[in-house]
């Protein structure tokens, strides 16, 4: 383990150790637990191979969430791969604040009683999924414009045991409710947001392997934003709220674009765990 995690430092791995006993846990499928328990058991040729192999995908700058097929996200475990974007923790404080609007009453009466979410261009699911579990009554909706990114979705739904309550709809945006009626009471996203032109200066486990279409928000990388913004309205009930997930550099453009459509009373930035302002949020209209 000492010389994987050396020979890894010195290929610029970063968390060398860490993603050493990942690789090896995947490999003999034990937890790194289990792997401190046994630590003096020698390995078999064919598990040393397969653990060689696992470490040469690695310093190929392949993600590790890719090489094991798991990332968590809100505590959960969720299956990933190269369709979907590997969740970030970052982007849990969409969860975290939409808690906070039930938690504080925010969120608008609904008729029938029970809340509305669309998490649109769900990706991997996560949001979706954290949400189920997290808002037990509430019907959800998780769009995307990838089949592929869908298929995971609903993978990690069933795994959850929450694919009951999510229908899952395939469009570019607001495409995927052009036949439905239905309005929501929150709407949350973490859609495409790197500007096209700096794409390519990405780390290579993000350009080389994840999917561009998940990531690239074309000129300034505001052309998703902007379009949830402006036709997002349309899709809430009065008093809805709209939470998306953007580059800091990007929010305060966010806020006046919000002003701008006169469709929303109150708005607002909130900052992740750096510190950084992440996440932008408004509330629509009452009438």
């Known amino acids: 383990m000492n010389v994987t995690t050396e020979f890894l430092k010195q290929k610029e791995i970063e968390s060398s150790r860490l993603c050493s006993e990942v690789l090896l846990s995947h490999q003999l499928k034990k937890s790194r637990v289990e792997l401190y328990l046994e630590f003096d058991r020698p390995l078999r040729s064919d598990e040393i191979s397969g653990f060689r192999s696992l470490i040469k995908r690695r310093i190929n700058r392949e993600p590790l969430q890719y090489i094991t ?6 505590s959960l475990d969720f299956l990933v791969n190269p369709a979907v974007l590997v969740p970030r923790p ?20 609904s008729a029938s009683g029970q809340l509305t979410i669309l998490d649109l261009g769900t990706g991997s699911g996560a949001i979706a999924v954290s949400l189920a579990k997290e808002f037990e009554s509430a019907a959800l909706w998780a769009s995307d414009i990838s089949a592929e990114a869908l298929a995971v979705a609903r993978e990690n739904a069933e795994h959850h045991t929450v694919s009951e309550r999510i229908t899952f709809c395939q469009g570019d945006l607001w495409q995927a409710f052009d036949n439905s009626p239905v309005t929501f009471d929150m709407i949350i996203s973490n859609p495409p947001y790197i500007p096209a032109d700096t794409f390519d200066t990405l780390p290579a486990e993000v350009c080389s392997y994840e999917p561009r279409i998940a990531l690239d928000g074309h000129e300034k990388g505001m052309h998703f934003i902007e379009r949830i913004i402006t036709q997002g309205g349309d899709y809430l009930k009065p008093g809805g709220w709209l939470l998306i997930e953007m580059d800091p550099g990007q929010t305060e453009q966010a806020l006046e674009l919000i ?7 109150s708005k607002a930035r909130l900052m992740d765990y750096r510190k950084k302002y992440r996440m932008v949020k408004a509330q629509k209209n009452n009438g």
Do not use: M, Y
């Open 69 to 74: 097929g798991h990332q968590e996200f809100w």
């Open 90 to 109: 970052e982007t849990e404080i969409l969860v975290e604040e939409a808690l906070r609007l039930k938690q504080d009453n925010l969120l608008p009466d």
């Open 259 to 265: 002003d701008a459509t006169q469709s929303f009373r």
